[in-house]
T-cell receptor
């Protein structure tokens, strides 16, 4: 299957700082990428849909000013958690798909710990 | 999006077939059935998907009932490395093709 990477794999930051997570499609171009969050012992929750060259579409209840998404190229989307707080500590996972109707492939995830 | 219902957990003996059921009684005609699995602390891994016909690949087989209201994922010879949470998801594969994850089935393969 197609390969999606994420960087960093884990990050620890202080409360109030911002953290950027990168999601890259390594062997295909992704017109659409998705960002998920997963708390311990829970399922994945979709946060937003990121389309190359346009604004992201956020799911209900997700603060767009807190979770900034940029999809500047067909192989890279970034999620910035602004003014992070301990409750933002979670496992953040991205996925990407080559085109409409194509299968989504997931990255390995980024574990964020906010102290 | 149509919702799915899966048993919370299942056990399977190593080397035997694992049959994971999924109910999706409200599935629409243009919605596909996708299966992913998530091994602890990793991102989900795509397994297989189908619309109406049964599908098979190197990982698994997908059996979809004729009325499409349920499906079964079959791992023909389960190994310890197949221990994971298996998610059955329906999606229309359209412009958004959002995958909405339920709680999945924790498959524990026993030695």
């Amino acid at each position: 299957g197609a390969v999606v990477s994420q960087h960093p794999s884990r990050v620890i930051c202080k409360s109030g700082t911002s953290v950027k997570i990168e999601c890259r499609s390594l062997d295909f171009q992704a017109t659409t990428m998705f960002w998920y969050r997963q708390f311990p012992k829970q399922s994945l929750m979709l946060m937003a849909t990121s389309n190359e060259g346009s604004k992201a579409t956020y799911e209900q209840g997700v603060e767009k000013d807190k979770f900034l998404i940029n999809h500047a190229s067909l192989t890279l989307s970034t999620l910035t958690v602004t003014s992070a707080h301990p409750e933002d500590s979670s496992f953040y996972i991205c996925s990407a798909r080559p085109g409409q109707g194509e299968t989504q492939y997931f990255g390995p995830g980024t574990r964020l710990l906010v102290l | 999006d149509a919702k799915t219902t899966q048993p919370p957990s299942m056990d399977c003996a190593e080397g035997r077939a694992a049959n994971l059921p999924c109910n999706h009684s409200t599935i629409s005609g243009n919605e596909y059935v996708y299966w992913y699995r998530q091994i602890h602390s990793q991102g989900p891994q795509y397994i297989i998907h189908g619309l109406k016909n049964n599908e098979t690949n190197e990982m698994a087989s997908l059996i979809i009932t004729e009325d499409r209201k349920s499906s079964t994922l079959i791992l023909p010879h389960a190994t310890l490395r197949d221990t994971a949470v298996y998610y059955c998801i329906v999606s229309d594969g359209g412009a958004t093709n959002k995958l909405i994850f339920g709680t999945g089935t924790l498959l524990a393969v026993q030695p």
